[in-house]
């Protein structure tokens, strides 16, 4: 299984909970917005439940876990 972390560039707001959650996995940028908006990244390992938590954080919903299928599995 590989897992991805989909921010929504129209729906983040910059409230700033998803890196304050997630510091190992994303940042700020210079104008307090996620510095990964508009982004789909592959969460490495170990970082899952950060990336959890900081879906669960932002109250515009704004960030998405995807899990795809491994094409070798």
Request: with cysteine; hydrophobic share 40%.
């Amino acid at each position: 299984m590989i897992v991805y972390i989909a921010i929504d560039a129209g729906r983040c707001m910059g409230h700033g909970r998803c890196y304050a959650v997630a510091e190992d996995l994303l940042s700020d940028d210079e104008q307090g917005y996620v510095a990964q908006c508009g982004q789909t990244l592959q969460i490495p390992e170990g970082l899952l439940g950060q990336a959890r938590d900081a879906a669960d954080a932002c109250p515009e919903g704004a960030i998405s876990i995807l899990e795809h299928a491994r094409a070798d599995a």
